[in-house]
């Protein structure tokens, strides 16, 4: 099977969304519906004193103001600016939206830290590791390379916002709403409820965007849930953007210290990683997390990480897009790139030079890979040989300055027990049952390709459903898990419904497709269920994933091996002499995920990798208010992304060769990996155009000037 390819298929779900069928949470509308709205806490720290809900009550159409007094959720210590307080229940959202603008509770204001430089603020340790003799190796260095690198706290921005609807009947609650991890909503909310779970139901077809922000449960889906239970009625709460940006999770501010040793033969024998960022109290997104992959990346024994929190008071950060690697590879490749210059090499020779075989943290060897290919390719389709070495030597006819930068990055291959069962009808239907979380990225087509390349059924009438937990229990999409999980169980279910049928037909099946074949053969039906376990797991991860989808995911260091993802990125930099504008007028990415099971997604996640790595590097960053704790850019008119305007061409490429260590169908994810590798990229090509090496995103004109 590893050594099958596929061939590309239309977005199985184009037509819906293009035609607005497809259902998202807050598409739902159910008879008797109200309407809610959260009150923010409008200090940082504190206590709330006092809480007159009159004000709200005696507007038209507001129904009940829940407070702390009926949920414990909504307590009156306040940890962060636009903590919930209340609740507002409405008739229409516009009189929601105006009981919870009336509302005005008196505070009890304690001091509080708004930044990691903020009087109070001190450094906690985090777990490191030291791989080698890093002492040895910097003490026999003929260069040094030595620098801080920051990234900014920045705001994931999906374009669906938190949508829940929640409906009671009976003792049977069902929510609706975008998420990526359906059974821990649903855990969450029995616990909450004291319900058997089987009597809870969340529905997530379809995820306006995830990017790590619609993992965690979130506190207004209970919130929701209780004044549903309350009311009688069903209940719907679109959350605001403006306040988003202040309760849910986002990427935090980090500094990472970078010291990089070579011999006299320009080979890197050490890097020494230090890095702090922000974070609450006992918050879940480690730091340590931050040298995991980039020790992975290249072929250099001697590693010393050490790592710290500095703890602040505004909401929890967590896993955004690209999480840990994609601040930590801006520190390294910018490095390297320094190194390259400093040792007079060739920046993608010296990648290329330092091709890693072994995993030093979990010392064992790494699955085939292909960075390398994606460098050589990725220089071929660019046509890296144009550049000239030195910085600022490379002009247009208008005096425009030109720089070319490249950069790579990885991400670990996570793979996670699942089950399908699939179903072939001789009406000429097909049904597919299981799990995971459609948010664009296509792994409704990814199953669909894969089912359609092993059965001759009727591909326009496959249904496939995932995100339901009445259907079957929901694998968390996350950490590049959901493809690499659900394909290779949904290739061994169409390879047992193909023997199940060659038995049932004998030795001279009837003509036509499966569906035809089935009616000639006065068969309804054919069904098969199968489950796959990642590498390293034994029966009590099926297990845990059939009673609730608590199958833990494996990786990227499985028994024996390490399996990663990987890619390589260049990008063209123009930059105006006058007004020293940044454009990328061409962007070449390239990268390694195994075998490419769907390559219309594919290609599609890294064109948007692409513009996001873009966005990150020279536009994107949270402007925080150090008065309050809160932030000040909290809207799609104020945080600054990239536009159409702002991009060139981009070519992507895909090596496409499978894993055959990691699953049966080669298959690794790509979700995160996809951004990794451009900032740096574009950082190292604004050195090359201007001689100025920039260690802070984003990079703003006045750097460059």
């Known amino acids: 099977m590893p050594a099958e390819v596929f061939s590309a298929i239309p977005r199985v779900d184009a037509r819906d969304k293009v035609l607005g069928n497809a259902q998202y949470g807050a598409d739902v509308i159910l008879p008797g519906m109200l309407y809610a709205m959260l009150v923010p806490a409008r200090i940082a720290k504190g206590t709330m004193r006092e809480l007159d809900i009159t004000p709200a009550t005696q507007i038209a159409g507001v129904i009940r103001v829940l407070t ?28 929601a939206i105006e009981g919870a603008e009336a509302l005005n509770p008196v505070y009890e204001k304690v001091s509080f830290i708004p930044l990691m430089e903020g009087p109070g603020a001190t450094r906690v340790p985090a777990e490191g590791f030291d791989a080698g003799d890093v002492d040895t190796a910097f003490r026999d260095a003929a260069t040094i390379i030595e620098g801080e690198f920051e990234t900014p706290t920045q705001h994931h921005n999906p374009i669906e916002l938190f949508g829940t609807v929640a409906e009671w009947s009976g003792e049977r609650l069902t929510v609706y709403e975008g998420c990526q991890n359906t059974e821990a909503v649903k855990s969450a909310l029995a616990q909450a409820f004291n319900l058997s779970p089987e009597l809870v139901a969340i529905k997530s077809a379809y995820v306006g965007g995830g990017f790590g922000q619609k993992s965690p449960p979130k506190l207004q889906t209970a919130l929701v849930a209780y004044a549903a239970r309350l009311m009688q009625r069903p209940v719907k709460l679109v959350t605001p953007r403006g306040q988003l940006f202040h309760i849910t999770s986002y990427r935090p501010r980090s500094v990472h210290h970078i010291r990089l040793a070579a011999n006299a033969s320009g080979r890197m024998t050490a890097i ?3 890095v702090v960022q922000e974070n609450i109290p006992n918050g879940a997104f480690r730091s340590s997390g931050y040298h995991q992959d980039i020790a992975r990346l290249y072929s250099i024994e001697n590693f010393r990480a050490t790592a710290g929190d500095i703890h602040i008071d505004r909401q929890t950060p967590r896993h955004t897009r690209g999480t840990h690697p994609f601040p930590a590879c801006f520190a390294l490749e910018s490095a390297i790139d320094e190194l390259a210059y400093a040792l007079g090499k060739d920046p993608v020779q010296i990648r290329l030079d330092h091709e890693a075989k072994t995993d030093i943290i979990a010392r064992q060897p790494l699955s085939p890979h292909f960075l390398n290919e994606c460098l050589t390719e990725g220089a071929r389709r660019f046509d890296w040989s144009r550049r000239t070495p030195e910085p600022g030597s490379m002009r247009l006819r208008d005096g425009t300055m030109v720089g070319l930068g490249v950069a790579c990055g990885l991400f670990g291959a996570s793979g996670s027990a699942a089950e399908t069962t699939l179903r072939v009808r001789a009406d000429g239907t097909t049904r597919v049952i299981s799990s995971g979380h459609e948010m664009g990225q296509g792994i409704r087509t990814a199953i669909a390709n894969t089912i359609v390349q092993r059965l001759n059924i009727n591909p326009d009438r496959l249904e496939i459903l995932i995100g339901d937990t009445t259907v079957g229990p929901q694998m968390a999409t996350v950490g590049e898990r959901g493809t690499a999980s659900i394909v290779p169980v949904t290739a061994k279910a169409a390879q047992a419904l193909r023997a199940r049928f060659e038995e049932l037909a004998g030795a001279n099946p009837p003509a036509g497709d499966l569906h035809e074949q089935l009616a000639r053969l006065k068969r309804p039906y054919i069904e098969v269920t199968v489950s796959e376990l990642a590498p390293g797991q034994d029966a009590s991860a ?15 260091d499985y028994p024996g091996f390490t399996s990663m993802s990987y890619i390589a990125q260049f990008v063209e930099i123009h930059i105006e002499p006058r007004t020293r504008r940044i454009r990328m007028p061409l962007a070449v990415s390239i990268a390694d995920i195994g075998r490419v099971v769907s390559p219309v997604t594919a290609k599609g996640q890294m064109y948007g990798g692409m513009v996001w790595g873009f966005s990150t590097a020279l536009r994107e960053e949270t402007e925080i208010d150090p008065r309050f704790a809160g932030y000040l850019n909290d809207d799609l008119a104020d945080y600054v992304m990239a536009v159409n305007a702002d991009i060139g061409e981009i070519d992507v490429g895909l090596i496409d060769k499978p894993d055959p260590m990691v699953n049966s169908a080669g298959v690794k994810g790509m979700g995160e990996l996809v951004m990794l590798g451009t900032a740096p990229a574009i950082a190292n090509a604004i050195y090359h155009a201007t001689g100025k090496r920039i260690r802070k995103l984003p990079i703003r004109i006045e750097d460059v000037l």
């Open 542 to 556: 099926i297990q845990g994933f059939r009673t609730a989808g608590r199958a833990a995911g494996a990786g990227a």
């Open 272 to 274: 020494s990683h230090d």
């Open 68 to 95: 702390s007094k009926d949920v414990s959720s909504l307590a009156p210590k306040i940890s962060f600016l636009g903590q919930p307080i209340a609740l507002v229940v409405a008739e229409t959202i516009e009189a």
